[in-house]
């Protein structure tokens, strides 16, 4: 499976922006998705995940629930992640990831996500 993620840039606190990820080379509604980010200096983290199959359920952490929105598009290959009400410290590169084994939308110690994206940059400007 390949995952391309697009849709980062530069946008202003307060501002929106949406996140794309399109797989390819596999069954997509048969993979559990993520949004990792990694700010400079920081190490990577789970921002939110989405359950496989019809991605009923939703994850995210705490720092971005209710500015941030999960959702895939199995007919499309394609996962979003619509952000809003961006701070600064939303800077970071975010990565779109596949769990081929688990179908959760929670991240857990110890979970591997099986394919990566090769990320794209989001900055906040304050």
């Known amino acids: 499976v390949q995952l391309q993620a697009s849709g980062g840039g530069l946008a202003q606190a307060g501002g929106s922006l949406r996140l794309s990820c399109v797989a390819s080379?596999?069954?997509?509604?048969?993979?559990?998705m993520g949004w990792f980010r990694q700010a400079p200096g920081k190490e990577r983290e789970f921002v939110a995940g989405?359950?496989?199959?019809?991605?009923?359920?939703?994850y995210y952490i705490d720092s971005v629930k209710g500015r941030f929105t999960i959702s895939r598009d199995n007919t499309k290959n394609t996962m979003t992640l619509q952000m809003n009400s961006l701070k600064p410290e939303d800077t970071a590169v975010y990565y779109c990831?596949?769990?081929?084994?688990?179908?959760?939308?929670?991240?857990?110690?110890?979970?591997?996500?099986?394919?990566w994206g090769q990320g794209t940059l989001v900055t906040v400007s304050s």
């Open positions: 990831a596949a769990d081929k084994t688990s179908g959760s939308s929670t991240y857990y110690p110890g979970r591997n996500f099986d394919y």
């Open positions: 080379g596999g069954t997509f509604s048969r993979y559990a």
């Open positions: 989405i359950s496989w199959w019809s991605g009923s359920n939703t």
